[in-house]
């Protein structure tokens, strides 16, 4: 169920408002903000958060006893999908464009989650591949993202990382690209990263046209008692409202945590021959 604060609707010819590519931490959360604030939104990922291979995250504000990291991995998407955002595997090898022109995105395997858009077999290449637009693109992919060369942007290269660097609040030197989270090479810890892609999202809304002033849920009459307009990007909710939104939450955790995850953690990439077989878990 989306929230009642989304007015996304996906362009049917493809052209999207916002491309975000990753869907980690930094990207989904994100993707939640900027849907939620009616910007039309397509997160593309090719694999797992690293946050997968934790194997119990204790450091993450709202769970006292820690929580299931995958758990909490299915948790950020759906939140970003219920607020509005759409999603898709495969993995960006390619980026193009400008503000002006729009971005173009080259797309290798996974799957769109409604049609197959523009897709082709490339070459030799059995992945298909495929190409999103969008107005603005939001880069919070691993460290290594290739798809960034054909743009003047400061990196940092140390040990196999290429970081790139963020400029004021999530920006870069090219009007409408933005980068989050570890891409960015702020501290490699999942609530840095949630807010680096929070903040990155707030400064990309506002550089667009909506009126923005927070994403805030108040009570009834916050404002209207005192004669003020609801803020952009605000609602007041009724007790009615919040009541049902309360249940929905209630009910949404329950299923959420009725049983144990049956996912288990990978282990790190590079241990190829693992007799134990954690790499090869379905994802
Ligand atoms: C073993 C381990 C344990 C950890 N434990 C903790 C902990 O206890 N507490 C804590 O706070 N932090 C922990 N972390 C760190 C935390 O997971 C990261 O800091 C956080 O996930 C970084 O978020 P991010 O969004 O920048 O990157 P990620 O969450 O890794 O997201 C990046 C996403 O981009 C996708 N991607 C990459 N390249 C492309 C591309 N070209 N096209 C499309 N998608 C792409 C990836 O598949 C991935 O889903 C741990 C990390 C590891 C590895």
Redesign the pocket.
């Known amino acids: 169920m989306a929230s009642s604060k989304s007015t996304t609707t996906p362009d049917a010819s493809g052209q999207h408002e916002l491309l975000i590519?990753?869907?980690?931490?930094?990207?989904?959360?994100a993707a939640t903000f900027t849907a939620r604030a009616g910007i039309e939104t397509m997160v593309?990922?090719?694999?797992?958060?690293?946050?997968?291979?934790?194997?119990?995250?204790?450091?993450?504000p709202g769970f006292p006893a820690g929580v299931n990291?995958r758990r909490f991995?299915d948790m950020l998407r759906a939140q970003a999908t219920r607020n509005g955002a759409e999603y898709q595997t495969?993995?960006?090898?390619e980026l193009a464009g400008d503000i002006d022109n729009g971005f173009t995105a080259t797309?290798t395997g996974?799957q769109a989650s409604d049609d197959t858009e523009n897709a082709t077999v490339d070459g030799e290449n059995t992945e298909p591949t495929r190409e999103l637009t969008a107005d603005r693109v939001l880069a919070?992919?691993?460290?290594?993202?290739?798809?960034l060369d054909g743009y003047d942007i400061d990196t940092r290269t140390a040990d196999s990382k290429q970081y790139a660097e963020a400029g004021e609040l999530g920006r870069t030197e090219v009007e409408g690209l933005y980068v989050?989270?570890?891409?960015?090479e702020?501290?490699?810890?999942?609530?840095?990263?949630?807010g680096?892609?929070a903040e990155a999202a707030i400064t990309l809304i506002h550089d667009s046209d909506i009126p923005f002033y927070n994403d805030w849920v108040a009570p009834e009459g916050y404002w209207t008692d005192r004669g003020r307009e609801v803020p952009p990007g605000c609602e007041e909710i009724d007790p009615t409202e919040q009541r049902a939104r309360q249940e929905a939450a209630m009910a949404a955790m329950q299923e959420y945590f009725a049983a144990s995850h049956d996912q288990q953690?990978r282990t790190?990439p590079s241990l190829v021959d693992d007799e134990r077989n954690r790499l090869d878990w379905e994802r």
Request: aromatic share 6%.
């Open positions: 590519i990753g869907g980690g931490v930094a990207g989904l959360t593309i990922n090719d694999g797992e958060t690293v946050l997968r291979r934790n194997a119990h995250l204790e450091n993450v990291p991995a495969g993995t960006v090898t797309i996974g919070a992919s691993f460290p290594d993202a290739e798809f989050a989270g570890r891409l960015a702020h501290y490699h810890q999942a609530v840095i990263a949630a680096d892609g953690q790190f």
